[in-house]
């Protein structure tokens, strides 16, 4: 087949993993950095239709999973300040911290609450005004614009008692820092979907470009996923590293312009602690000085407890790729989706209750 024009319409699964088999390749290593992707992958099957010579890893793809020990703390922390709400997307309730989570905060009686949208949270300070409700952000460049438009609703509302606790963080930096690893030696990515739309293709032609990965841009169905493997192939098979959208229904060269400004409004740039991959320069978004009054870290004295590590997790490297999950002593004994040690087995789209699920 000439190109891989034949490959972006119409295809099934079934030709795509077949023209995977016809490739002569080795010792490539294919890592997506999503957690929608990851679960997709394992659910099904992909892995298993990968020929000998091409490996799928999973890499920090889930915003939950890589949010370091010490930032779980201080959202612990919050909900242990009196009086206050704290709202909260309910796939951090179980995430461990050093000493606790927020669900057995929830039983020591602080007021937690689930919220679907940060817009929520803003309803419920407008509904409360005699308590501080706080909004813990956790995400990546696909939420926080959300979070941004919450806090430009409560300014245009005058709502005073609302906050958010920013623990955001941007992809582009981590992904930088992977390709930098040794550890890593990763030959291509499967870059995430829901991040690319907002931030388009071309963030990742620094990638492409310094370090020669191909990136390719994939949906989430089983044929977007095949379909992007095929093109990273022959990307590798050519000698070639460009950026490629095998997502083109949603994903375009610029993103989305609008969100990525609403962001710049109200976040500035940090440097962010990522788990398993330490503190990643310009990787993290704090709400700016305009916006200080919307600031948790700033409006209130938050108590954070000493780190410690769960003992045993290697959490860490299933996020940087350098370990599968069921490499840990824990996987499936004494950590599971029912009784997690770590984040990866915590939240849904984590590698390792992935892994676990669906046994893939």
């Not at 937690?112 to 309803?123: G, K």
């Amino acid at each position: 087949m000439n190109g891989l024009a034949s490959f972006r319409d119409g295809k099934t699964a079934q030709q795509l993993a077949a023209h995977l088999r016809s490739l002569r390749l080795e010792n490539v290593r294919l890592m997506e950095v999503c957690g929608t992707h990851t679960v997709s992958i394992a659910r099904a099957g992909i892995r298993q239709l990968m020929p000998e010579g091409i490996t799928l890893t999973s890499g920090p793809g889930c915003p939950v999973c890589v949010t370091a020990t010490a930032d779980i703390d201080r959202c612990i922390g919050a909900a242990r300040l009196p009086g206050v709400i704290v709202a909260t997307f309910g796939d951090l309730l179980r995430v461990p911290g050093s000493s606790s989570t927020l669900r057995a905060e929830m039983t020591a009686g602080a007021d937690v609450r689930v919220v679907y949208s940060p817009l929520d949270a803003v309803a419920m300070a407008r509904e409360n005004p005699d308590r501080q409700v706080i909004f813990l952000g956790v995400g990546f460049e696909t939420t926080t614009p959300t979070v941004a438009g919450a806090i430009l609703q409560a300014e245009a509302e005058r709502i005073r008692n609302f906050s958010v606790l920013s623990s955001h963080k941007v992809m582009p930096p981590a992904l930088t820092a992977l390709v930098d690893d040794p550890q890593v030696a990763v030959s291509g990515l499967i870059c995430p979907g829901h991040v690319s739309i907002v931030i388009g293709a071309d963030a990742y032609l620094p990638l492409a470009e310094r370090y020669r990965i191909p990136c390719v841009i994939t949906g989430f169905e089983p044929v977007d996923i095949l379909q992007g493997i095929v093109m990273l192939a022959r990307q590798i098979e050519q000698g070639e590293a460009r950026v490629e959208i095998a997502y083109q229904r949603a994903v375009t060269r610029q993103g989305n312009a609008r969100a990525r400004e609403v962001m710049a409004q109200v976040f500035q740039t940090v440097d962010a602690r990522w788990r398993g991959l330490g503190e990643i320069a310009d990787s993290g978004l704090a709400i700016n000085d305009r916006y200080a009054d919307f600031d948790t870290d700033r409006r209130f004295a938050i108590t954070v407890e000493p780190t410690r590590e769960p003992a045993g997790c290697r959490c860490g490297a299933v996020l940087k790729g350098i370990i599968s999950p069921e490499v840990c002593k824990l996987f499936g004994s004494a950590c599971t989706p029912e009784r997690p040690v770590g984040p990866c087995m915590v939240s849904s789209e984590g590698a390792c209750a992935a892994r676990y699920r669906y046994q893939d």
